[in-house]
């Protein structure tokens, strides 16, 4: 079983993506695992929205990321959903080089 599928990829080595404040419009570095930052600009927390991805729905989700990386997964996305995600979405993000 080949567990190294793309979509858990962003997870397991996590990059820089630069999304806008909704708030200010400061241009912000936010990690690919990452759901929340505070704008060193505004001072507000930016909260972005996450992606669907292969570990709501995979059932070897667990074991192809790793327990803590599938429980940090599982956390920010619940944390983006009650605080009501006001940035981007990690689709519409841009990587950073």
Not at 17 to 40: H, N, S, V
Not at 69 to 84: C, I, M, S, T
């Amino acid at each position: 079983m080949n567990f190294g599928c793309p979509g858990a990829r962003k997870l397991k080595q996590p990059e820089p993506q630069e999304i806008r404040c909704p708030f200010c419009g400061y241009e912000l570095e936010i990690w690919t695992d990452e759901a929340m930052l505070k704008c060193p600009a505004c001072k507000k927390e930016v909260v972005r929205k996450i992606a669907a991805s292969c570990l709501d729905w995979c059932k070897y989700a667990k074991e192809c990321v790793g327990h803590s990386v599938y429980e940090d997964y599982l956390r920010n996305k619940d944390y983006a959903q009650k605080e009501g995600a006001q940035g981007q979405d990690s689709a519409d993000s841009k990587r950073v080089a």
